[in-house]
């Protein structure tokens, strides 16, 4: 009952995870003959788990790291205490304000836009500045000190973005330089107002991660729009699932079987002011953005990789790992061999059984040997 | 945004150390500690069965549900004591009561070949018919000297498994 059968079915894309395991996490075989001893000593198993309850590298992608706390000292608290009065006081009212003003112009100018310039070229230009326009708005608003490394992304057909994924800002922060078309996971609340209203003119593909159907007709879309001369660029957080920055977990394969440029995007959060990996779990986007608007700032690094191509005899698994590698090296993540829908779904019972599968092997074997 | 290892007090973790035969330093405890609230994400002072599950590498595990029966429900005292026997410092007696007990499950002190059965039915699920089970474990208790009706007690264990090789041991991550 513990790995539910309903794990199995949606996971279309999922990647088979002996791919990536080192092979010495599987099963040991033994030389010799069968013995009594060698049958009741299940230590290794027993070690196995032991280690997976002391610390496992999954939930460690998932861990917020709270910020050094520096106020400790008795000179240094007052000092710390001030901070806090600027940044509740003075810079959280400011930038809420900074933010309404900008959602006000954005909203006067964006329905307008929508509704008068229907089926025009114009609106659709002018949409994307608007849009570009809002999250510049957004990054301000936490004070965002980002720099981008490499060359801007131009809007041309057959190739597609990719990045590593620590928060709904990094959308933001990609958007304000480029109006990507970014596919997401559908959110309830305003976030899905603003999905539904705002970001579909600007190409944007929303899906439920848990709905079979949903994945078909997105990765029919997907493969629509890269086709389509006309639309915005397109960006896929191919991790599928918000992690700490420290870590990258396994790349959905869907971003590498569209036969296209690959460009890696790699970003990383400088976590001096606040960490800004948003653990949806425990928090809302809501409270993760009052989190950022409430510090000083907001510390990133933007580089745009080299475009990657599909070589020859490649399968579609190992260049979406040869691309994990550039970007885990650019941003400086550790790479570990989970499925990030783990965090939502259990593990499905295929890779207990290939366990099972070798040890029963190896028990068979020397037992036609003796 | 309290942190989790301020609220033990030296006095908790000198008993927790007591309870688990100073088998493990006050910093591993300390990270235990962190380690357990994380996993009891409801804060209820103790990890079900689903908390544990959640956890992909123990739920891949073929010996997790037998597992499960020895560690649902443990308090922070309890799953420092389960886990001290995995310490570098436990005795190798220990280790093989461990091993003794995720046999005989239910705990009457003795394994019985159905017991050994059991065992290997998660170790090899669908890949193994029963039939080929029980000839593999009959085959290799007679070569031992044993037969199929025999119950192994903890002696018989200890002999049969107590060999230098036999290395149980997690180290627990200090930050």
């Known amino acids: ?370 | 945004m309290g942190n989790a290892s301020s609220m033990l007090t030296q006095y908790d973790i000198e008993e927790v150390q007591e309870h688990c035969n100073y088998l493990f330093s006050q910093q591993e405890i300390v990270s235990l500690y962190e380690r357990f609230c994380q996993l009891d994400r409801s804060a209820k002072g103790f990890i079900s069965e689903d908390e544990f599950l959640s956890i992909p590498e123990f739920s891949l595990n073929p010996l997790s549900k037998r597992l499960l029966r020895m560690v649902d429900g443990l308090n922070f005292k309890d799953f420092v004591s389960f886990l001290s026997t995995f310490s570098a410092k436990a005795s190798v007696q220990q280790k093989i009561e461990l091993i003794f007990k995720v046999y005989d499950i239910d705990g009457k002190g003795k394994v019985t070949f159905k017991d050994l059965v059991e065992v290997l039915r998660d170790q090899t699920g669908s890949f193994m018919t029963e039939e080929q089970r029980e000839r593999v474990i009959t085959n290799v208790l007679e070569e031992a000297g044993y037969t199929r009706d025999c119950t192994l007690s903890l002696e018989d264990f200890t002999r049969i498994i107590d060999h230098p090789g036999l290395k149980m041991e997690v180290e627990v991550p200090i930050d």
């Open chain 1, 1 to 370: 009952m513990a790995t539910s059968s309903v794990a199995g079915d949606i996971e279309l894309d999922r990647p088979n995870l002996e791919d990536y395991l080192p092979s010495d996490s599987l099963p040991q075989e033994f030389p010799r003959n069968l013995h009594l001893r060698d049958l009741l000593d299940i230590s290794p198993v027993l070690t196995e788990a032991a280690g997976a309850i002391v610390d496992d590298s999954f939930t460690r992608c998932f861990k917020s790291n709270s910020p050094e706390p520096w106020n400790w000292n008795i000179y240094l608290f007052p000092l710390w205490c001030l901070g806090v009065v600027i940044r509740y006081g003075i810079l959280f009212p400011l930038r809420g304000l900074t933010l309404l003003v900008g959602w006000l112009a954005f909203f006067a100018a964006f329905f307008p836009v929508h509704f008068l310039l229907k089926g025009q070229k114009m609106r659709s230009k002018i949409e994307r500045k608007l849009v570009e326009m809002m999250c510049s708005v957004f990054v301000a608003s936490w004070t965002g000190v980002i720099k981008y490394h490499g060359p801007r992304p131009s809007t041309r057909p057959h190739q597609v973005f990719v990045a590593n994924h620590t928060s709904m800002i990094d959308f933001i922060i990609l958007e304000q330089m480029t109006a990507f078309a970014v596919i997401m996971q559908k959110h309830p609340g305003w976030v899905g107002f603003i999905q539904k209203t705002i970001l579909e003119s600007v190409g944007c593909i929303w899906f439920n991660r848990n709905d079979l159907k949903d994945r078909e007709v997105v990765a029919k879309k997907l493969r629509d729009h890269v086709q389509h001369p006309d639309s915005n660029p397109l960006l896929i957080f191919p991790e599928g699932t918000c992690v700490n920055n420290q870590y990258t977990v396994m790349f959905k394969k869907g971003a590498f079987e569209l036969g296209c440029a690959v460009c890696p995007i790699a970003i990383k959060y400088n976590k001096i002011f606040v960490d800004a990996f948003w653990n949806s779990k425990k928090q809302s986007f809501t409270m993760h953005l009052v989190r950022l608007m409430t510090s000083w700032a907001v510390v990133c690094d933007v580089w745009y990789l080299e475009p990657q191509y599909l070589r020859d005899g490649e399968t579609a698994i190992e260049f979406a790992e040869r691309v994990r590698d550039m970007i885990a090296a650019r941003a400086g993540l550790k790479k570990v061999p989970w499925d990030g829908y783990l965090k939502h779904n259990r593990p499905s019972p295929k890779h207990t059984e290939e366990k099972q599968r070798i040890f029963a092997d190896s028990v068979l074997r020397r037992l036609e040997e003796s």
